[in-house]
Structure formats: C-alpha cells, structure tokens
C-alpha cells in the first residue's frame, strides 16, 4: 500500500515570490507520481506527472517538480507566482501494476497575496 | 484536453431518498473510471473502479449496497447514492482514464447535501 504525506496544508506566498510544495510517500514497490490542482469547487487538474526517465518533471503553468527517489520526495516548485496560482495542490501516487489506482494527500492550499 | 462532466453539480435531497450522479467522458472514450469522495478539507478517497461492461470493484469499507455503479458505455458512468442520509453529505468526484494518454482526467465534482 501507498501513502502520500503533504507535510504544509497551508502556504501563503507573495506575488513573485518562488514557492515549493512539498510531498513525501512511502511505498514498498515502484510508483507514478503526479501532482493536481484544485480550484475552488472545481475538478482537479493535473499539473505533471513522473513516470520514469528524467528526475526533473516539468508541468503547466511554469511549475515543475523533482522525484527523489532517496528521499521518497517529490516536491513541486515554481520560481515565480501569481494571484492565479491561489488553489489547492494535491500530491497523488500509484503504483506500477496498471490499476491507476491514486492514492492522494490531504492537499496543501496555496494561496498567493498580492 | 479532455474533458470530463458531471451532473448534477449540486443536488440537495431528503434522508431516505435515492441520487444518481453521472459521469461524462466529452470527448474520449474511457474503459475506466473512478469515483471519489471528498470531504471537506481532507484529500479524496477512492470509492470505487468502474469498468465499462462488468461490475464495480470496491474499496475497502465502501458500502457496494449504498453507492451502487454503472458503467453501461464507454462514455457514461453513473453512481446512485441509495437511501441517503446526512452522513452522506460531501462533495463526489469522477474521473476517466483516457488510454491513448495513460491519463485521468477529472470530473468538476457533485456536491451532495442530505436533510
């Protein structure tokens, strides 16, 4: 079994400023990693997703994301935001066997002031 | 990219009485979709794998009685929350897996609320 762990639920951020969003798992077997946004009583929209190859995954929107695989870390960033990143984030993993089973954390709400 | 509905978005029913939740794939066409449950300020939790054609596998502690799935098409997936209570109050997330891009894509959600 997996589980996502989001360690901030809230992070406030000045327009501009850069941000990261930090996600840890644990897994006993190979997973995917994804990272969806959330907009107020909307759907969630993915962001990017790491399947294999390079460890530096870039998404929509100018945000990207690193997998440590020793550090089962998989931290999203972005070097600058703006009024329209305010949202909720969520960190997602499945595992490799084809179920697409995701396993999601609680989420983390960004929310960028002006 | 694709798109997936939802209808209806919002629905407030009476306790003891039965909701039907569907799920559209707009533009693709989706062997599986998922449904979710999301409750306020927590993450979602995966309810239930529907396939097209055969019966929905369940989670763990999911009522199949209670949230009863049908996956009659390649592009319509429908979950009737049977015999409603408060309880059942949350907010009811679908998503569909588009093969062609190994992705899922999600439903903008259902906000139910039971009296």
Not at chain 1, 56 to 66: D, R, S, T
């Amino acid at each position: 079994a997996q589980s996502v762990t989001q360690l901030d639920s809230q992070v406030p951020v000045f327009e501009e400023a850069p941000v990261e969003l930090r996600c840890n798992y644990s897994s006993s077997v190979s997973v995917y990693l994804f990272w969806y946004v959330q907009y107020p009583n909307q759907g969630l929209q993915l962001l990017l997703k790491y399947l294999s190859g390079s460890t530096l995954v870039k998404g929509i929107n100018g945000f990207e994301a690193e997998f440590n695989k020793s550090q089962t870390s998989f931290h999203l960033r972005k070097p600058s935001v703006h009024i329209s990143d305010t949202a909720e984030y969520f960190c997602a993993v499945s595992d490799r066997s084809g179920s697409e089973k995701l396993v999601f954390g609680k989420g983390t709400k960004l929310t960028v002031n002006p | 990219g694709a798109v997936v509905s939802q209808h209806p978005s919002r629905v407030i029913c009476k306790s003891g009485t039965s909701v039907k939740i569907e799920c559209r794939s707009l533009d693709f066409q989706a062997t599986t979709m998922f449904w979710y449950r999301q409750f306020p300020k927590q993450s979602l939790m995966l309810m239930a794998t529907s396939n097209e054609g055969s019966k929905a596998t369940y989670e763990q502690g999911v009522e199949k009685d209670k949230f009863l799935i049908n996956h009659a098409s390649l592009t319509l997936s429908t979950l009737t929350v049977t015999s409603a209570h408060p309880e059942d109050s949350s907010f009811y997330i679908c998503s569909a897996r588009d093969s062609s891009t190994d992705t899922q894509y999600f439903g903008p959600g259902t906000r139910l609320t039971v009296l």
